[in-house]
């Protein structure tokens, strides 16, 4: 956590249960709640949450076992599946003195996000995903070419300890090949590096990595088809954004409408790569508040 890159913001840490939970607070108003992805920390709002905290009570949390929060270590990969994650922000934001929320999440985050809108409907009022489809449907697309773009979603999701082992060899190198990997403008992400390094060496927090993306591949996949095959849907509105910048043939818009069923709006964004709340703030805010306005947030 880097308390300085938001200000009047304040820091707090809370235990829920097997996790404890880093974030920040500021501003007044309806409450939104901010969550991050992978490699990073909830440094990556630092553009978004003070400009968000002038209409809102803004909340950004490292995830569990990222940045400064704890989780399991050592345990199955079922403590970091994101109904379990999930959990943890609603415990944080009911401790916080919020029952309901609006909920915005980047990658991991997002995935976090649209899992809490399944499971805890009255919870969420509604759901914004930066750069994700569900993960059943991200499975079924994968082909060649995401496997060789996106390799982490394969190598941290082998049994322990063995990517582990791998990515501890050298973790300066691995974080800053995969952060060029994510980026179309590496500059966007120059200023919060050095912290995301300091996170990223701490071998639990890359074991807690490895353990999301085995859940990825299992629980959480198992989560979806459940879903899927109950006719599960999100009731809340939902704000879907990516980067114009390599989209895929089916635009993500059209894979999210069979899992809502309420409004869903989006649209691709120029000149940004993967890394939505840092390449492209001005644009994600652009849309982003005008439509916590229009949901009631």
């Not at 969550?35 to 809102?56: D, F, K, N």
């Not at 190198?173 to 403008?185: D, G, H, I, N």
């Amino acid at each position: 956590m880097t308390p300085s890159a938001f200000p009047n913001f304040r820091p707090f840490e809370l235990d829920v249960g097997e996790a404890r939970i880093a974030g920040v607070i500021g501003g007044e108003g309806p409450p939104v709640l901010l969550l991050h992805g992978y490699p990073e920390t909830s440094l990556a709002w630092r553009h978004i949450a003070p400009v968000l905290a002038q209409y809102h009570t803004v909340v950004a949390t490292d995830l569990r076992g990222y940045g400064d929060s704890v989780g399991p270590v050592g345990a199955s990969p079922e403590a970091y599946s994101k109904r379990v994650m999930a959990q943890d922000q609603i415990a944080v934001m009911a401790h916080l003195g919020f029952k309901r929320f609006a909920v915005v999440g980047h990658d991991r985050g997002a995935r976090v996000g649209y899992r809490m809108a399944l499971d805890a409907p009255h919870a969420v009022s509604c759901f914004t995903s930066l750069t994700v489809i569900p993960t059943a449907d991200m499975w079924r697309k994968a082909d060649r070419a995401f496997g060789l773009a996106a390799y982490h979603w394969f190598l941290l999701a082998q049994p322990y300890d063995m990517p582990e082992r791998l990515i501890g060899a050298d973790p300066d190198f691995f974080l800053e090949v995969t952060l060029q990997r994510m980026a179309l403008s590496p500059s966007a992400y120059a200023d919060a590096l050095e912290p995301y390094a300091q996170a990223f060496r701490k071998a639990e927090v890359r074991h807690a990595m490895c353990q999301d993306y085995r859940a990825g591949a299992s629980i959480d996949l198992t989560h979806d088809q459940v879903d899927l095959s109950d006719g599960r849907k999100l009731r809340c509105p939902v704000l879907v954004l990516w980067p114009e910048h390599n989209a895929p043939a089916v635009p993500p818009l059209d894979t999210w409408r069979p899992w809502v069923g309420a409004p869903v709006f989006g649209r691709p964004l120029p000149g940004c790569g993967h890394l939505l709340p840092e390449e492209a703030p001005d644009a994600v805010l652009a849309d982003l508040v005008p439509f916590l306005s229009d949901a009631g947030a």
